[in-house]
């Protein structure tokens, strides 16, 4: 287990030789080298673990040190986001960081004397994350080298801080490996900050005015956030004398009033973090970033961070009011975000509105808070992760190529740069449809939430999956429609093509050897955090599932040989006989040549962002005020 | 052998027609001449249509139009010319515009005169139209089988 | 797997087909009746798709045929997955991806009219599935169980409980079954101002597989229905049976009295259905 804090320091450390060096060349190298490790030793642990028995283990119970480091660091951070405030003029952000950790700084130096308690906490759930992190973190590094170099080629405007942008990615994987690591709420809450930091300053690279306001928005959204984190731990820790996240769940199961209002104000925090309506705008601001920023940010890091939280709370939350909070707050994300998907014709956006949308359904799983919906949640999650991250790097790269990341000017893309288009294929298939990953836990999470009797959650799962389907549908039909646009060099870069590569291959990994996943990793994980397990997919169900898969690939492989033998007449489309001949375009009635244009259909007036986006945020800040009020004045 | 003259599928297309023959048409369809008993099925695309109903004379504008849709029924196909400015151009033979009848640009199998064209004598047309698309149907027939022969003996 | 599901999953793949092909005979020739014209003879549909299979292949993208092919597989075997009795949900579901199927086959064209149409059925596809989950939830609340076997051996039929669900459902199957005026992405009739919708660019034997699969589909969705009626007394058959074509004439008889409406109108239509009758039932399922 010596891997823990080597695992935690080292990110750290690569930052500062991120930001020493300054030789592009060098740097990269570093920056493969690192990667690599972080990779290897996230996999180590895993199996180091594994092999030890995979039993929770509790390490460092004594650390003076470390907690004065940490409180140090802590300040430090305060202090740079301080400045950094008042340098744009923005001081009065500054204050969302400056009272949690005076506050923070107390409970520590001046508080009551706390107990004996763990700082470190390793389980099925924190190594899935640090796998998470690990795994897709590094090879998003690996993509970045690859993407910045082209990027900065691009963007003459923007000037060249690679060094920088390297630092922070991998100051970033640290914190989310300490984060995810941690049982001491003290430590987790300076891990949350410093990512939160971190997610500040990649969004704010470029410097350009849009990229410094959607920064300064994530900023204050995580901030506030942070400040709930930290009401709730010393409001915890006064009543009860030690700030341990596992005593604090199990208080939160016994009732304890102090515990009941710690996991709210700290499940709170988690769904400004997971970017839940209402703090849905600082992901979607998140876009100005370059692109392998977005991927960490969607799909590894950051937003898991607060899923991660809400996993580790929902046995305190079940069936209570601040469970029934949180469900609410992520169906109704689950639905709004995905009615405004719809409307969204730039590929970016429609993958941050679906993160928003499926974060939503994760946040809604934790919050029903039962065995199956975390086991619905956690693979939505593992999914999610691997899907979105691939699905980022594609649309960059693209984007690279074609110079757009329009959905239109993805007309024909299979055609033009085939294989973008087929990973992009698969990554969006993985996302919705039957009978892969995705799909699986929008069937366990309905089937659980019936059996809960959460009405409304039924509802919004219900109509969420209908939409969620039209924009998916919508973007896999651009993609192979026929087009006469030319076909684009590809100039995807051996680093980045070596990262989306190895994504395919998992998601596919994944999908094929999901019952066995679920067997030997997911039900564990879902016993250890309730104690107790009941089988959430039958058997029944599992081989049809496999049988099916089977299908899905083998009828359209068959299909596709049969046809290919099959001799056919090809005719013109049909463009009421006034067809150029090309099918691309038609004769007007001048006799003039017309270019056609076929675009998918937005409808942009019914469910464009401007017009819901407004209304779900006062429904939902509404929501979460009168809940928290009703928990902090002793409703249960 | 496969009755294929019992679903005889339609395609209208109203060339320079006074629209006349083209209401006429359409009254075929109606529930007082109902041709739908005989299977007629009014399809606007040539890709699903078995039968070319053309009505009105082709000029420069409307020949490459007829021309394209003929191309894109697949085949077994027959065409048939409602109306006199179909089959001749009718009064406006000689119009400056007026090319002649449907086959100046396609082949018309059947002819329907009249002006215009009245119900009975379009679903008379349909008729005869559709014992030749039986008769085509198994020339085409006949022809696959002999090419799919002829390409197993050149795989052999 | 009983027997008897093994038995019912053969039933299917072969009768399916006819029995469809009958329904649709059947509507055609009620509603000339309802003209008051003489209409096409009943076995009309087998007819035409004995025509489309004979005539020379044709198309305007290769890949058109594979997908319609495999649009026709995949729906084939989710029928036979409800008919073998597993589960509902899963089945609705896998719908929706046989359905993609059909979508990319339309728009790989690239063609304007399909591609429209093919945009519609998107539409509809989403008016029609919050009703469908609705209704496995329903039987899931009324039987305890997603399991279709088990469904209809219940004592009583499970629309004693559901009959907001039946009513959802219903209403939905005239968008399923393309019939007016929900009948945006493609339709039979004349009124079609799409063309053909999303079978522009399908001839010969791609509509003919298209026309296979909506038999196939119908039958799918009549059974469903049927679901509702089925007991585990074999009289609950003779009922089923009454009910579905009670059912279908009802759709023959607002097919044939309604003009089309708008994609808009349709949504919120079909949305607010299933909102106040499944919604109402299932709240009154879930609180009681």
Same mark, same amino acid.
């Given at each position: 287990?010596?891997?823990?804090?080597?695992?935690?320091?080292?990110?750290?450390?690569?930052?500062?030789?991120?930001?020493?060096?300054?030789?592009?060349?060098?740097?990269?190298?570093?920056?493969?080298?690192?990667?690599?490790?972080?990779?290897?030793?996230?996999?180590?642990?895993?199996?180091?673990?594994?092999?030890?028995?995979?039993?929770?283990?509790?390490?460092?119970?004594?650390?003076?040190?470390?907690?004065?480091?940490?409180?140090?660091?802590?300040?430090?951070?305060?202090?740079?986001?301080?400045?950094?405030?008042?340098?744009?003029?923005?001081?009065?952000?500054?204050?969302?960081?400056?009272?949690?950790?005076?506050?923070?700084?107390?409970?520590?130096?001046?508080?009551?004397?706390?107990?004996?308690?763990?700082?470190?906490?390793?389980?099925?759930?924190?190594?899935?994350?640090?796998?998470?992190?690990?795994?897709?973190?590094?090879?998003?590094?690996?993509?970045?080298?690859?993407?910045?170099?082209?990027?900065?080629?691009?963007?003459?405007?923007?000037?060249?801080?690679?060094?920088?942008?390297?630092?922070?990615?991998?100051?970033?994987?640290?914190?989310?490996?300490?984060?995810?690591?941690?049982?001491?709420?003290?430590?987790?809450?300076?891990?949350?900050?410093?990512?939160?930091?971190?997610?500040?300053?990649?969004?704010?690279?470029?410097?350009?005015?849009?990229?410094?306001?959607?920064?300064?928005?994530?900023?204050?959204?995580?901030?506030?956030?942070?400040?709930?984190?930290?009401?709730?731990?010393?409001?915890?820790?006064?009543?009860?004398?030690?700030?341990?996240?596992?005593?604090?769940?199990?208080?939160?199961?016994?009732?304890?009033?102090?515990?009941?209002?710690?996991?709210?104000?700290?499940?709170?925090?988690?769904?400004?973090?997971?970017?839940?309506?209402?703090?849905?705008?600082?992901?979607?601001?998140?876009?100005?970033?370059?692109?392998?920023?977005?991927?960490?940010?969607?799909?590894?890091?950051?937003?898991?961070?607060?899923?991660?939280?809400?996993?580790?709370?929902?046995?305190?939350?079940?069936?209570?009011?601040?469970?029934?909070?949180?469900?609410?707050?992520?169906?109704?994300?689950?639905?709004?975000?995905?009615?405004?998907?719809?409307?969204?014709?730039?590929?970016? @956006?429609?993958?941050?509105?679906?993160?928003?949308?499926?974060?939503?359904?994760?946040?809604?799983?934790?919050?029903?808070?039962?065995?199956?919906?975390?086991?619905?949640?956690?693979?939505?999650?593992?999914?999610?992760?691997?899907? @979105?991250?691939?699905?980022?790097?594609?649309?960059?790269?693209?984007?690279?190529?074609?110079?757009?990341?329009?959905?239109?000017?993805?007309?024909?893309?299979?055609?033009?740069?085939?294989?973008?288009?087929?990973?992009?294929?698969?990554?969006?298939?993985?996302?919705?449809?039957?009978?892969?990953?995705?799909?699986?836990?929008?069937?366990?999470?309905?089937?659980?939430?019936?059996?809960?009797?959460?009405?409304?959650?039924?509802?919004?799962?219900?109509?969420?999956?209908?939409?969620?389907?039209?924009?998916?549908?919508?973007?896999?039909?651009?993609?192979?429609?026929?087009?006469?646009?030319?076909?684009?060099?590809?100039?995807?870069?051996?680093?980045?093509?070596?990262?989306?590569?190895?994504?395919?291959?998992?998601?596919?990994?994944?999908?094929?050897?999901?019952?066995?996943?679920?067997?030997?990793?997911?039900?564990?994980?879902?016993?250890?955090?309730?104690?107790?397990?009941?089988?959430?997919?039958?058997?029944?169900?599992?081989?049809?599932?496999?049988?099916?898969?089977?299908?899905?690939?083998?009828?359209?492989?068959?299909?596709?040989?049969?046809?290919?033998?099959?001799?056919?007449?090809?005719?013109?489309?049909?463009?009421?006989?006034?067809?150029?001949?090309?099918?691309?375009?038609?004769?007007?009635?001048?006799?003039?040549?017309?270019?056609?244009?076929?675009?998918?259909?937005?409808?942009?007036?019914?469910?464009?962002?401007?017009?819901?986006?407004?209304?779900?945020?006062?429904?939902?800040?509404?929501?979460?005020?009168?809940?928290?009020?009703?928990?902090?004045?002793?409703?249960? | 052998?496969?009755?294929?003259?019992?679903?005889?599928?339609?395609?209208?297309?109203?060339?320079?027609?006074?629209?006349?023959?083209?209401?006429?048409?359409?009254?075929?369809?109606?529930?007082?001449?109902?041709?739908?008993?005989?299977?007629?099925?009014?399809?606007?695309?040539?890709?699903?249509?078995?039968?070319?109903?053309?009505?009105?004379?082709?000029?420069?504008?409307?020949?490459?139009?007829?021309?394209?849709?003929?191309?894109?029924?697949?085949?077994?196909?027959?065409?048939?010319?409602?109306?006199?400015?179909?089959?001749?151009?009718?009064?406006?033979?000689?119009?400056?515009?007026?090319?002649?009848?449907?086959?100046?640009?396609?082949?018309?199998?059947?002819?329907?005169?009249?002006?215009?064209?009245?119900?009975?004598?379009?679903?008379?047309?349909?008729?005869?139209?559709?014992?030749?698309?039986?008769?085509?149907?198994?020339?085409?027939?006949?022809?696959?089988?002999?090419?799919?022969?002829?390409?197993?003996?050149?795989?052999? | 797997?009983?027997?008897?599901?093994?038995?019912?999953?053969?039933?299917?793949?072969?009768?399916?087909?006819?029995?469809?092909?009958?329904?649709?005979?059947?509507?055609?020739?009620?509603?000339?009746?309802?003209?008051?014209?003489?209409?096409?003879?009943?076995?009309?549909?087998?007819?035409?798709?004995?025509?489309?299979?004979?005539?020379?292949?044709?198309?305007?993208?290769?890949?058109?045929?594979?997908?319609?092919?495999?649009?026709?597989?995949?729906?084939?075997?989710?029928?036979?997955?409800?008919?073998?009795?597993?589960?509902?949900?899963?089945?609705?579901?896998?719908?929706?991806?046989?359905?993609?199927?059909?979508?990319?086959?339309?728009?790989?064209?690239?063609?304007?009219?399909?591609?429209?149409?093919?945009?519609?059925?998107?539409?509809?596809?989403?008016?029609?599935?919050?009703?469908?989950?609705?209704?496995?939830?329903?039987?899931?609340?009324?039987?305890?169980?997603?399991?279709?076997?088990?469904?209809?051996?219940?004592?009583?039929?499970?629309?004693?409980?559901?009959?907001?669900?039946?009513?959802?459902?219903?209403?939905?199957?005239?968008?399923?079954?393309?019939?007016?005026?929900?009948?945006?992405?493609?339709?039979?009739?004349?009124?079609?101002?799409?063309?053909?919708?999303?079978?522009?660019?399908?001839?010969?034997?791609?509509?003919?597989?298209?026309?296979?699969?909506?038999?196939?589909?119908?039958?799918?969705?009549?059974?469903?229905?049927?679901?509702?009626?089925?007991?585990?007394?074999?009289?609950?058959?003779?009922?089923?049976?009454?009910?579905?074509?009670?059912?279908?004439?009802?759709?023959?008889?607002?097919?044939?009295?309604?003009?089309?409406?708008?994609?808009?109108?349709?949504?919120?239509?079909?949305?607010?259905?299933?909102?106040?009758?499944?919604?109402?039932?299932?709240?009154?399922?879930?609180?009681?």
């Amino acid at each position: 287990m010596e891997v823990i804090p080597f695992l935690i320091c080292f990110p750290f450390v690569v930052a500062l030789l991120m930001f020493c060096i300054r030789v592009n060349k060098v740097r990269n190298a570093v920056a493969y080298v690192s990667a690599a490790i972080i990779m290897a030793a996230s996999v180590f642990l895993c199996v180091s673990w594994i092999a030890g028995g995979a039993k929770p283990v509790e390490l460092y119970v004594n650390t003076e040190a470390a907690d004065r480091i940490i409180l140090i660091a802590e300040i430090v951070l305060m202090c740079v986001v301080t400045v950094l405030c008042v340098k744009n003029r923005r001081w009065y952000i500054s204050l969302l960081s400056i009272v949690p950790t005076i506050g923070i700084a107390w409970l520590e130096i001046a508080g009551p004397e706390m107990d004996e308690y763990k700082r470190i906490y390793v389980d099925h759930l924190s190594i899935l994350m640090c796998l998470i992190v690990g795994i897709i973190g590094s090879l998003i590094v690996i993509y970045a080298v690859g993407y910045m170099h082209g990027y900065q080629h691009y963007h003459t405007n923007i000037r060249d801080r690679r060094y920088y942008f390297f630092c922070i990615l991998f100051l970033f994987l640290g914190a989310m490996f300490g984060f995810v690591l941690s049982s001491d709420l003290l430590w987790i809450d300076f891990f949350w900050e410093t990512t939160s930091v971190c997610s500040f300053l990649l969004i704010g690279y470029t410097q350009l005015e849009e990229a410094v306001t959607n920064s300064f928005r994530a900023l204050w959204m995580n901030l506030l956030g942070g400040c709930a984190l930290a009401a709730g731990i010393i409001y915890y820790a006064l009543d009860a004398g030690n700030t341990d996240l596992q005593e604090l769940v199990v208080y939160g199961q016994m009732y304890k009033p102090a515990a009941m209002v710690a996991v709210t104000l700290i499940a709170f925090a988690a769904l400004t973090k997971a970017a839940q309506l209402p703090f849905s705008k600082w992901l979607l601001g998140a876009m100005v970033a370059p692109t392998p920023s977005s991927a960490l940010l969607h799909s590894a890091t950051m937003v898991k961070a607060g899923i991660y939280v809400l996993f580790r709370l929902s046995p305190a939350m079940s069936g209570k009011l601040s469970g029934n909070m949180v469900a609410f707050i992520g169906g109704f994300t689950f639905l709004a975000a995905s009615f405004m998907a719809i409307a969204q014709s730039d590929a970016k @956006k429609v993958l941050a509105m679906s993160t928003i949308s499926n974060l939503g359904l994760m946040v809604a799983c934790a919050g029903v808070g039962r065995p199956e919906t975390i086991w619905a949640g956690v693979f939505l999650m593992i999914f999610h992760a691997i899907s @979105k991250s691939l699905l980022f790097q594609d649309v960059g790269a693209t984007e690279n190529a074609l110079h757009s990341r329009d959905l239109e000017e993805m007309q024909g893309l299979l055609y033009r740069l085939p294989k973008l288009a087929i990973i992009m294929f698969i990554g969006i298939c993985g996302m919705y449809l039957a009978p892969f990953g995705m799909l699986i836990s929008k069937w366990a999470a309905l089937k659980a939430s019936v059996d809960e009797r959460n009405i409304i959650l039924v509802f919004f799962i219900v109509f969420g999956s209908a939409t969620t389907s039209f924009y998916w549908t919508k973007w896999l039909g651009k993609l192979i429609m026929r087009s006469s646009k030319p076909v684009v060099k590809d100039i995807t870069r051996k680093n980045e093509m070596v990262s989306l590569t190895v994504h395919t291959v998992m998601m596919i990994a994944i999908c094929a050897l999901f019952p066995l996943l679920s067997g030997i990793y997911v039900d564990p994980l879902v016993s250890e955090l309730f104690g107790r397990y009941e089988q959430v997919i039958s058997n029944g169900v599992l081989y049809l599932l496999v049988l099916l898969i089977l299908f899905f690939f083998a009828v359209p492989i068959f299909a596709y040989l049969r046809n290919k033998s099959m001799a056919m007449n090809i005719k013109l489309s049909y463009m009421n006989g006034i067809n150029t001949g090309k099918n691309d375009g038609f004769v007007d009635s001048f006799g003039n040549e017309k270019k056609l244009v076929v675009s998918n259909l937005y409808f942009k007036s019914v469910f464009g962002q401007r017009r819901l986006m407004m209304p779900s945020e006062i429904i939902s800040t509404a929501v979460i005020v009168v809940m928290i009020a009703m928990v902090l004045g002793g409703a249960v | 052998m496969t009755q294929v003259k019992r679903s005889p599928w339609i395609l209208h297309y109203d060339g320079s027609s006074c629209n006349g023959c083209d209401i006429e048409v359409l009254a075929s369809m109606t529930p007082v001449y109902d041709a739908e008993r005989l299977g007629v099925e009014n399809t606007g695309d040539p890709m699903q249509a078995d039968i070319l109903l053309i009505t009105g004379g082709i000029n420069a504008q409307n020949a490459p139009v007829v021309k394209q849709l003929y191309d894109q029924m697949p085949r077994p196909k027959v065409v048939v010319a409602v109306g006199i400015c179909a089959c001749t151009g009718g009064v406006f033979k000689d119009c400056y515009n007026i090319m002649g009848g449907a086959d100046k640009v396609i082949p018309v199998d059947i002819y329907v005169p009249g002006c215009a064209a009245r119900p009975q004598s379009i679903i008379d047309g349909i008729i005869k139209a559709r014992d030749l698309f039986q008769k085509r149907s198994e020339e085409h027939d006949a022809l696959m089988k002999k090419q799919k022969l002829e390409r197993k003996g050149e795989k052999s | 797997m009983t027997t008897k599901s093994v038995i019912l999953v053969i039933l299917y793949v072969i009768a399916a087909p006819f029995l469809g092909a009958l329904l649709v005979g059947f509507d055609r020739k009620i509603s000339a009746r309802m003209q008051r014209r003489v209409g096409p003879p009943v076995l009309q549909p087998l007819y035409d798709v004995a025509k489309l299979l004979k005539k020379q292949v044709i198309g305007v993208d290769r890949a058109q045929g594979f997908l319609i092919t495999s649009y026709m597989v995949l729906t084939v075997i989710t029928g036979c997955l409800f008919f073998a009795g597993v589960d509902m949900l899963m089945v609705f579901f896998i719908l929706t991806t046989s359905s993609v199927f059909l979508y990319l086959a339309a728009v790989v064209t690239g063609s304007p009219m399909s591609s429209m149409g093919a945009q519609r059925e998107l539409v509809q596809d989403m008016a029609v599935e919050p009703a469908m989950l609705l209704a496995a939830v329903g039987f899931y609340l009324a039987t305890g169980t997603f399991n279709v076997e088990t469904i209809i051996s219940q004592p009583i039929s499970a629309i004693v409980k559901l009959p907001g669900f039946f009513v959802a459902f219903v209403f939905i199957l005239t968008v399923k079954m393309r019939k007016s005026p929900f009948d945006t992405a493609q339709s039979t009739h004349a009124h079609q101002e799409l063309v053909k919708g999303i079978t522009t660019e399908m001839g010969a034997k791609n509509l003919a597989y298209f026309e296979i699969t909506e038999w196939y589909e119908n039958i799918l969705m009549l059974a469903v229905v049927a679901t509702f009626i089925l007991n585990s007394s074999p009289i609950s058959i003779l009922a089923a049976v009454i009910v579905i074509l009670l059912v279908y004439f009802l759709e023959i008889l607002i097919d044939n009295t309604c003009a089309r409406l708008k994609w808009k109108d349709m949504l919120i239509l079909s949305w607010a259905v299933t909102l106040i009758c499944a919604g109402v039932n299932l709240i009154i399922l879930m609180v009681v």
